[in-house]
């Protein structure tokens, strides 16, 4: 197994460190969370990533981008999860969807969607699966005939016809909506789900707008379809019932969730780093305390965590790309059960952590370590809660 990063691996890590310092500071992004819910999102900013190659870095060349590999963009949402949290789960969401349309995108859906991320700085998209009556469900998947998922769509000549109802949404103003839906009322959701690219104005959709522990950037909302048309070429991969088996059978598609856990880490590791540098400035007791065992100790258990979760984010990864590579299909997504219940564990122990030696200021409303602690606080859930993903991977073993 070889970890060494190539001179452009570490260029890509480096470039990514130098733009957020010098285009954004704590200041910056608490000035944008602190704005009302539509109003949020960075344009400026993104302009600017997409002059640099940020925003079409999982583009493939074929349409312009820089088509990176699936252990490059890891790398890119590890630094961008740690340079500009607020800001990763947009990128990480929509270079993901580049691996995913690379991978099982029809020619026509590839070529609109990869034409528009070129041409259109602030082109983003947003991702619906969740149900009132529908959370954890997809993540096993609960696999009874007809049981879970309700949204559902019907193909009427050349359109879907969407109707359901979607809840806790990113990106509800998004340019497209990933949207998982139904296209079968009665079999098992993993023979009948499908993906619907839903273009922003669709009509029929209204939206609900959600606030949460959390100011997020995207704006967040229920999705309301009511006869929703979208026209027939959106659905991905251009097969009814497909959206399950499509990522199941492609390695790459399947695995670009890891960015998702790489932007995680990275933020860890910037909570780390804060904690560190207050720790090591701040005088109690005629000392920093950092010097005083029990600091000490937390900050190690820190670290000790980031670098666990870090080792073995790499080496799915490697495994993975290995065997595509090789053609065999890796057959098991036990490491992603894994290494997700360990990213919430990490994430409970470094906002405990950083509370803890922040003590009164990691609570104090307006700064940029509360705002950090009550970000990886509020996502213990995402992707399953770390007990969920242990019953997940014991089901596997
Ligand atoms: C800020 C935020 C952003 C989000 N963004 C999006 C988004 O962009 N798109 C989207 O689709 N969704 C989004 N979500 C929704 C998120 O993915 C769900 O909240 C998550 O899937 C959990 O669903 P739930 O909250 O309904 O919990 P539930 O599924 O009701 O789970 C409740 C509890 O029961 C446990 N549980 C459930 N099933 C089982 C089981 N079979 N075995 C053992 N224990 C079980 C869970 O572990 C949990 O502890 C977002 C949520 C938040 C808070």
């Not at 016809?161 to 497209?176: L, Q, R, T």
């Not at 904690?275 to 109690?284: D, G």
Request: glycine letters at 8%.
């Amino acid at each position: 197994m070889d970890f060494d990063l190539t001179e452009g691996q570490k260029a890509l890590v480096t470039l990514i460190k130098d733009f957020f310092k010098r285009e954004t500071s704590p200041e910056f992004w608490l000035e944008l969370v602190a704005r009302d819910p539509m109003e949020r999102m960075p344009w400026d900013l993104m302009k600017k990533m997409h002059e640099v190659g940020l925003a079409t870095l999982a583009v493939p060349k074929n349409w312009g981008g820089e088509g990176v590999d699936l252990f490059t963009l890891m790398l890119a949402a590890e630094a961008l999860g740690q340079y500009a949290p607020p800001l990763f789960p947009i990128y990480q969401h929509d270079w993901r969807t580049c691996v995913i349309l690379n991978e099982v995108g029809t020619e026509e859906q590839k070529d609109e969607i990869f034409t528009r991320i070129m041409k259109e700085p602030t082109f983003y998209m947003g991702s619906s699966t969740t149900e009132p009556d529908y959370g954890h469900d997809p993540l096993l998947p609960y696999d009874e005939p007809g049981a879970g998922m309700k949204t559902f769509a019907y193909r009427d000549g050349d359109e879907y016809v969407i109707n359901g109802e979607k809840c806790f949404s990113c990106g509800v103003d998004a340019d497209i909506l990933y949207l998982s839906l139904r296209t079968d009322k009665y079999k098992p959701l993993s023979q009948s789900m499908s993906t619907i690219l839903v273009p922003k104005g669709t009509p029929g959709c209204s939206v609900r707008i959600n606030e949460w522990l959390v100011e997020h950037l995207r704006p967040n909302g229920d999705i309301i379809f009511d006869n929703a048309r979208v026209p027939a070429r959106y659905l991905l991969g251009g097969e009814d019932n497909t959206g399950f088996t499509m990522i199941r059978d492609h390695p790459r598609a399947a695995a670009s969730i890891f960015l998702w856990l790489a932007a995680q880490i990275g933020t860890s590791q910037l909570i780390y780093e804060l904690t560190l540098e207050y720790a090591q400035t701040r005088v109690q007791g005629g000392k920093p305390i950092i010097e005083h065992p029990t600091i000490g100790v937390k900050m190690v258990e820190m670290l000790t965590k980031i670098e666990q979760a870090r080792l073995l984010l790499y080496k799915a990864l490697w495994e993975i790309e290995q065997a595509t590579k090789a053609g065999n299909l890796p057959t098991s997504p036990l490491g992603f059960s894994l290494l997700n219940a360990m990213v919430h564990d990490l994430h409970a122990l470094v906002a405990l952590s950083a509370m803890d030696i922040f003590s009164g200021r990691a609570v104090m409303k307006g700064t940029y370590i509360e705002w950090l602690v009550r970000y990886v606080l509020e996502d213990l859930h995402g992707g399953g809660t770390a007990t969920f993903n242990r019953i997940k991977a014991s089901q596997m073993l």
